[in-house]
Nanobody, 127 residues
Framework: QVQLVESGGGLVQAGGSLRLSCAASGRTFSSYVLGWFRQAPGKEREFVAAISRNGIIIYYGDSVKGRFTISRDNAKNTVYLQMNSLKAEDTAVYYC????????????????????WGQGTQVTVSS
């Protein structure tokens, strides 16, 4: 079992930056694949970014590629999402997710691949 707590959300103007953090407790942090997803009002939850256990494999959703950066600090049990050049359409609740299972193949992008979720943090970008 792992508990995830996001922080760092808030209100920012378009073009600005925010850094989200997700602190994990429980089992060994380095054994988890980590992801960020977001859900805007009236929309389905969508994939934002994911990072492998050792940080070598990283994926981004098309809408954030080149603007967002995911990273992890296994010593601090924390995963980060640096968000730059924010747009109004980035407004959403952002969720951290983790999965410790061993899979023969993993897309990193599917919500069903993540067993643990945080409570979410609101990001609002004003235009």
């Amino acid at each position: 079992q792992v508990q995830l707590v996001e922080s760092g959300g808030g209100l920012v103007q378009a073009g600005g930056s925010l850094r989200l953090s997700c602190a994990a407790s429980g089992r060994t942090f380095s054994s988890y694949v980590l992801g960020w997803f977001r859900q805007a009002p009236g929309k389905e939850r969508e994939f934002v970014a994911a990072i492998s256990r050792n940080g070598i494999i990283i994926y981004y959703g098309d809408s954030v590629k080149g603007r967002f950066t995911i990273s992890r600090d296994n010593a601090k049990n924390t995963v980060y999402l640096q968000m730059n050049s924010l747009k109004a359409e980035d407004t959403a609740v952002y969720y951290c997710a983790a999965d410790g299972s061993v899979r023969g193949s993993r897309s990193y992008r599917s919500q069903s691949e993540y067993a643990y979720w945080g409570q979410g943090t609101q990001v609002t970008v004003s235009s």
